[in-house]
């Protein structure tokens, strides 16, 4: 990401309180900090694309005149190849090792039987340590799938004559050599949950990602932890689901000096899926909700007044130069090669990228090549327009005589009629085309809810025929398109159940 997109997200993370920027600077597709000790890391590791470091110096400068701490993340031994493509002596297999243009849990891992390497990784970060002034550094220790320790003979001796029973334990091995050179440089050595292991001492901290569990275990060992479970805003989740998140719920069986063990939580956002026009809407504004969660009691947990300010801080964010609000219009202007946007952006304002992993899984092949400027691309995380929807469809069914009708068929009918208009569009901008049949599911269904909301403030009963019929066309509705999903056929539903017979 270039600095200027770091500088306008540390504007963004000092405007809601969070202080701590952990800077995943290492992973299998690049090798990002320039590194005067072993140049062959950012000179063959990155395509050219890395921060010299005066940028790093310069970033956190900029970082801590906000109250924001910088904690960078080397990715040892797993997620590896960008080490090892100028310094493949460092792998676990023969090279030689090219730059992974794909996504997930690749084999390349550093050898740790060796000497050489612990002096490499010693003089590395000697050098980090010098860089990065904060106390603590991240050395990751997740996704080590093992297979070229497996099929490495020499490592496999090694283990033998060491009496190692599995990777695991070896991994531990590994993470204490890393934790008394970190130790020598005077850092403090973070890892994700992986390198939980009771050969540990107690002055490492876990950063618990698959879950709650090796949170609580770890705290009740003795160890520091940081939850990022639950806060993945790469993920696609809405901010309720963030929001009622907490590194330390209600009801904890937890003891208070067990509770002091946790040091808080941390919004996590992966790049696979994002470009500089992208990013900031990936992150904001849910990460305030996050931050208010993290600054906040356990009973603090009101949800529909968390969103009424939530679209407030959204609008001031912007006035600081995130761009998570106008890039996405930007986006599909230059979808349609700047024609009118106005039905696809009715569309756009009512659908979501397909949540969790489920763009990987998709039939699409991305890679770190890919432009990511199609529609999944411009949609939001969260639909506020959609929102707004369910709450009335809500206050419909709820009080039928001082109900929002009006505003509710408004909406119905816009999406209704709006299919037609899409066509138009769709003709000079084939582009989009893979989204057509959301458009005319949402033609569609928005159909049924008109229909329903007659029913419904006639006060009569439509058929069980009807009703049965229409769920099948919003159960048809659900299927995604251009991986995108209709976020309105939870409200329609509602609408179709409302109106069927007792």
């Known amino acids: 990401m270039p600095v200027d997109v770091i500088k306008r997200n540390l504007d963004g993370l000092a405007a809601v309180k969070m202080n701590v920027f952990h800077w995943h600077l290492v992973d299998d597709q690049g090798f990002r900090v320039e590194c005067k000790t072993f140049p062959k890391l950012h000179e063959k590791g990155s395509d050219g694309f890395y921060y010299t470091q005066e940028q790093i110096k310069d970033i956190?400068?900029?970082?801590?005149?906000?109250?924001?701490?910088?904690?960078?993340e080397f990715d040892v031994p797993a997620h590896a190849t960008s080490w090892l493509v100028g310094y493949p002596k460092l792998g676990s297999a023969p090279g030689p090792y090219t730059i992974?243009?794909?996504?997930?849990?690749?084999?390349?891992?550093?050898?740790?039987?060796?000497?050489?390497?612990?002096?490499?990784?010693?003089?590395?970060?000697?050098?980090?340590?010098?860089?990065?002034?904060?106390?603590?550094?991240?050395?990751?220790?997740?996704?080590?799938?093992?297979?070229?320790?497996?099929?490495?003979?020499?490592?496999?001796a090694y283990m033998k004559e060491n009496k190692i029973p599995d990777n695991h334990t070896l991994q531990s091995r590994f993470n204490q050599r890393i934790l008394k050179i970190l130790t020598k440089h005077g850092k403090k050595m973070i890892g994700w949950d992986e390198i939980f292991h009771p050969d540990l001492p107690k002055n490492i901290v876990i950063q618990s990602w698959r879950g709650q569990e090796s949170l609580v275990e770890s705290a009740k060992q003795g160890y520091n932890g940081i939850l990022s479970n639950g806060y993945y805003i790469d993920l696609i989740q809405p901010a309720f689901y963030h929001y009622l998140n907490d590194p330390i719920p209600e009801g904890s069986l937890l003891t208070e000096s067990e509770k002091k063990n946790i040091l808080g939580g941390e919004a996590t956002s992966w790049g696979e899926f994002v470009t500089y026009e992208t990013i900031d809407s990936r992150i904001w504004p849910r990460t305030a909700a996050i931050a208010e969660r993290l600054w906040s009691p356990q009973h603090v947990k009101d949800v529909e007044d968390m969103y009424r300010r939530l679209e407030v801080v959204s609008f001031h964010l912007e006035e600081l130069g995130l761009t998570h609000i106008k890039n996405c219009e930007m986006m599909l202007r230059q979808l349609t090669n700047n024609t009118d946007i106005t039905a696809l952006k009715n569309l756009v304002d009512v659908i979501e990228p397909v949540k969790e992993y489920a763009r990987l899984s998709q039939g699409v092949k991305y890679t770190s090549y890919s432009p990511y400027t199609r529609v999944v691309d411009?949609?939001?995380?969260?639909?506020?327009?959609?929102?707004?929807?369910?709450k009335l469809v809500d206050e419909l069914i709820k009080n039928k005589a001082n109900a929002p009708t009006n505003d509710i068929k408004s909406m119905l009918n816009l999406w209704k009629n709006n299919h037609k208009e899409l066509v138009k569009?769709?003709?000079?901008?084939?582009?989009?085309?893979?989204?057509?049949?959301?458009?005319?599911?949402?033609?569609?269904?928005?159909?049924?809810?008109?229909?329903?909301?007659?029913?419904?403030t006639k006060g009569k009963k439509t058929s069980k025929r009807w009703v049965k019929k229409s769920m099948k066309m919003l159960e048809k509705a659900k299927k995604p398109g251009g991986q995108t999903e209709l976020m309105v056929i939870s409200g329609i539903e509602k609408l179709v159940q409302a109106a069927g017979e007792d």
């Open 60 to 72: 956190i400068s900029y970082a801590d005149d906000r109250g924001i701490r910088v904690i960078p």
């Open 100 to 156: 992974e243009r794909n996504w997930g849990i690749k084999d390349p891992t550093i050898d740790p039987t060796r000497e050489t390497t612990h002096e490499f990784l010693d003089k590395f970060f000697e050098e980090m340590a010098a860089l990065f002034p904060d106390e603590y550094m991240h050395i990751g220790g997740d996704e080590n799938n093992g297979n070229h320790w497996n099929a490495n003979e020499s490592i496999q």
């Open 378 to 390: 411009a949609a939001r995380p969260e639909s506020m327009t959609v929102r707004r929807f369910n």
């Open 425 to 456: 569009t769709i003709k000079v901008s084939p582009v989009i085309k893979e989204i057509e049949t959301l458009s005319e599911d949402l033609s569609a269904i928005s159909g049924i809810g008109l229909t329903s909301i007659k029913y419904i």
